[in-house]
């Protein structure tokens, strides 16, 4: 199974801030790398495909890239609704499988 | 627009069975492969298994194979999951997400809001 590592577990974030999220892969995954947003109580959305790619919808603030085996999330310019959950997600090789998971928070 | 709403979850005692649903509105429902992914309370996202558009093809997690069966219903716009052999670690809110395309393998896009579902004696 492909092992998804994100790094940090949880950070503190002022408003405004500029946020970066890593996510490494136990081997390589092309660019077949996603990231998800999810809020307390609410369903995962999804933000980013395809390492770099946004999804409908979603603020240009949120950034992605890399490549191999070693991705990002930025987020530039935090605002109050993006203190959240975030995941990362290959889908290169069955079985899918997910990061642990970044909770961002209000410093 | 979108729309994937699940049901069927409930508390069961372990060793029981369960059928979960997912309605899906807003789109061709046999152009794309659907998923289940749970997330166990306090937990992270644990992808279950995956069926493409015309159900040629599934996958499953270890944690679900053997005891789960994923189908689809397309002219019902339907997605299920036969869960049978509930243990209490699958104790989750379930939920549904639609593929980017029919293929087995691919991003997920629009997520159904979830079922819970909890097994307890």
């Known amino acids: 199974d492909i092992q998804m590592t994100q790094s940090p577990s949880s950070l503190s974030a002022s408003v405004g801030d500029r946020v970066t999220i890593t996510c490494r892969a136990s081997?390589?995954?092309?660019?077949?790398l996603a990231w998800f947003q999810q809020k307390p109580g609410k369903a995962p959305k999804s933000l980013i495909y395809a390492v770099s790619s946004l999804q409908s919808g979603v603020p240009s603030r949120f950034s992605g890239s890399g490549s191999g085996t070693d991705f990002t999330l930025t987020i530039s310019g935090l605002q109050a609704e993006d203190f959240a959950t975030y995941y990362c997600q290959q889908y290169h090789t069955f079985p899918l499988t997910f990061g642990g998971g970044t909770k961002v928070e209000i410093k | 627009e979108v729309q994937l709403l699940e049901s069927g979850g409930g508390l069961v005692q372990p060793g029981g069975s369960l059928r979960l649903s997912c309605a899906a509105s807003g789109f061709t429902f046999s152009y794309y492969a659907m998923t289940w992914v749970r997330q166990a309370p306090g937990k992270g996202l644990e992808w279950v298994s995956t069926i493409s558009g015309h159900a040629e093809s599934t996958s499953y997690a270890d944690s679900a194979k053997g005891r789960f069966t994923i189908s689809r219903d397309n002219f019902m716009n339907t997605l299920y999951l036969q869960m049978s052999g509930l243990r209490v670690e699958d104790t989750a809110v379930y939920y549904c997400a639609r593929g980017t395309y029919s293929g087995i393998l691919s991003a997920l896009d629009d997520w159904g809001q979830g079922t819970r579902v909890t097994v307890s004696p």
């Open positions: 081997q390589g995954i092309n660019n077949f």
